[in-house]
């Protein structure tokens, strides 16, 4: 395979972010697997576990800091082709950083690359572009912005048991649609909650809508849910028969970015705990 890898230290040409791609409402699309049963397994016993320390309290847990890497995976050098400037990344990470702060979380930007190839760009071969890209430990947050993401806004792993090397540390990381960072094209989803939401899964939250009524996200306190939100519904109520409307404002619905607000305390205390089993000096 013939590729062009750019790893720039400068600033870029700045531009409107994926101008080309038709602007009419988007409807969110999320990869992400449904969980799997031992994924389940954990999510309960994590749930015990933090009903014992806490009751609807944060855990008290020091601050976690991410180390991040941010891969722009392009069709060619132009805004339309995908090749975002340091100053949308820089706000990317900006949204990200916010929207994770009240859970005590934090990311560190430690490099960017630009790798200009079509067929990585078109969400082809993706194990082996980040055979090709992936930097850090499994600790370490690696984002893939490409021009498409077979057909979703994103898709992301949940943690598991990965040793350096194998496929599962290779797979890890989050693939995301250009267009949905900050002053993209993704109408509705172009404010960089993208991100969010498939960190989100990173840290090892599931859909609040994973399951209808009655599986759940194995959060307590995300009010059950039927089916995604489209928009910013006030008042729905999916689950008619079980407390609560349901968690439009939640980062992981579906919702549009600007409906977005809030990660629950039992979701913080899940990636907090996911975060220490899986990827605290990992």
Known sequence: ???????????????TVGSAVP????????????????HRAVSKELAVQEAAFNSGLQI????????????VVSIDQTATGGYLSRETIDKQMQVLNDNFAPSGIAFTLKDVDWTVNTNWARDRDSLNMKKKL????????NLYYQTEVSGNLGVCYYPTTAQPGTTAFYQDGCTILFTSVPGGSATGY???KTTTHEVGHWFGLIHTFEGGC???DEVDDTPAQASATSGCPTGRDSCPNQAGLDP???????SYDSCYEE??????NRMKSMWTRYRSGK
């Open 1 to 15: 395979m013939k590729f062009k890898s750019l790893v720039l230290a400068g600033l870029m040409a700045g531009g």
């Open 23 to 38: 602007k009419a409402p988007y409807n969110f699309g999320c990869g992400a697997p449904p969980p799997s049963d031992s």
């Open 60 to 71: 008290n847990a020091a601050s976690i800091v991410v180390d991040t890497y941010i891969h």
């Open 134 to 141: 992936r930097k850090g430990t499994y600790a370490s947050l």
């Open 190 to 192: 172009n404010e960089g």
């Open 214 to 216: 009655n599986a759940g």
């Open 248 to 254: 439009i404002h939640n980062y992981m619905d579906y």
């Open 263 to 268: 990660f629950t305390t039992g979701q913080v």
